[in-house]
């Protein structure tokens, strides 16, 4: 359905970016991780990336007026006309609002599919996260190891755990989304955006979910 624009929301750990990727594929759209571009800014050293690890290591948001200067160049993109699945952003009223105002002209966002996963399984998932430095699959330790310990089943990449997925970030990243990212699910479901997902099951069984909701 090309011409469609999805907003996955969701604790860190509830599967978007996997997710993500599975929904954009099957809509035939393009995908942008808001962590994905800071952790790309990282990587090149640039202002912005540097301005960002300091809060993504301890597990804050970067502040509004950034993020938000992101990820609107993403979104006016001409590329993104024919529709897109956006993971992690926004996270704040401020930047749901700014999105709202940028798409005012073009429809809007059609559709908010809000996975929920409970604290506990959100910190079993977290905090045996692995990622490829080259190409960021993402493994688990207990749930989803790589064939060989500490190298990438896809491309060879050594894999390694976030700052961010250390127990003290993680614990303040569950804290983070209570505070500043929950208050969306009630800002979109009052707009009658918003589609509940439970995402606990199977990464198939989610991913089934996410589809249907979007068909
Ligand atoms: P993620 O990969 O989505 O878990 O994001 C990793 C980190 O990037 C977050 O913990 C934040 O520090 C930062 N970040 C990503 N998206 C946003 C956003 N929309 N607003 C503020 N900070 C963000």
Same mark, same amino acid.
């Given at each position: 359905?090309?011409?469609?624009?999805? %907003?996955?929301?969701?604790?860190?750990?509830?599967?978007?970016?996997?997710?993500? +990727?599975?929904?954009?594929?099957?809509? *035939?759209?393009?995908?942008?991780?808001?962590?994905? =571009?800071?952790?790309?800014?990282?990587?090149?050293?640039?202002?912005? @990336?540097?301005?960002?690890?300091?809060?993504?290591?301890?597990?804050?948001?970067?502040?509004?007026?950034?993020?938000?200067?992101? =990820?609107?160049?993403?979104?006016?993109? &001409?590329?993104?006309?024919?529709?897109?699945?956006?993971? *992690?952003?926004?996270?704040?009223?401020?930047?749901?609002?700014?999105?709202?105002?940028?798409? +005012?002209?073009?429809?809007?966002?059609?559709?908010?599919?809000?996975?929920?996963?409970?604290?506990?399984?959100? %910190?079993?998932?977290? $905090? @045996?996260?692995? %990622?490829?430095?080259?190409?960021?699959?993402?493994?688990? $330790?207990?749930?989803?190891? &790589?064939?060989? &310990?500490?190298?990438?089943?896809?491309? @060879? *990449?050594?894999?390694?755990?976030? +700052?961010?997925?250390?127990?003290?970030?993680?614990?303040?990243?569950?804290?983070?989304?209570?505070?500043?990212?929950?208050?969306?699910?009630?800002?979109?479901?009052?707009?009658?955006?918003?589609?509940?997902?439970? *995402?606990?099951?199977?990464?198939?069984?989610? @991913?089934?979910? =996410?589809?249907? +909701?979007?068909?």
């Amino acid at each position: 359905m090309p011409g469609l624009k999805v %907003i996955l929301l969701g604790p860190p750990g509830a599967g978007k970016g996997t997710q993500a +990727a599975r929904v954009s594929d099957k809509l *035939g759209v393009t995908r942008v991780s808001s962590g994905d =571009l800071f952790r790309g800014h990282q990587q090149k050293d640039t202002e912005l @990336g540097r301005l960002a690890r300091s809060y993504m290591e301890r597990g804050a948001l970067v502040p509004d007026e950034v993020t938000i200067k992101m =990820l609107m160049a993403w979104v006016k993109d &001409p590329r993104q006309a024919q529709g897109f699945v956006i993971d *992690g952003f926004p996270r704040t009223l401020t930047q749901a609002e700014a999105l709202d105002t940028e798409l +005012a002209n073009s429809g809007g966002i059609d559709k908010v599919l809000h996975i929920h996963v409970s604290d506990e399984e959100l %910190i079993r998932r977290l $905090s @045996g996260r692995l %990622i490829c430095r080259q190409c960021q699959t993402p493994f688990h $330790s207990e749930f989803s190891p &790589p064939a060989e &310990p500490g190298k990438c089943d896809n491309c @060879g *990449g050594e894999l390694f755990q976030r +700052a961010d997925d250390m127990p003290e970030a993680v614990l303040k990243r569950i804290e983070v989304y209570a505070n500043e990212t929950k208050p969306l699910v009630r800002y979109y479901k009052e707009k009658g955006k918003l589609v509940e997902i439970n *995402g606990e099951g199977s990464i198939e069984e989610v @991913g089934q979910a =996410l589809i249907e +909701a979007i068909s």
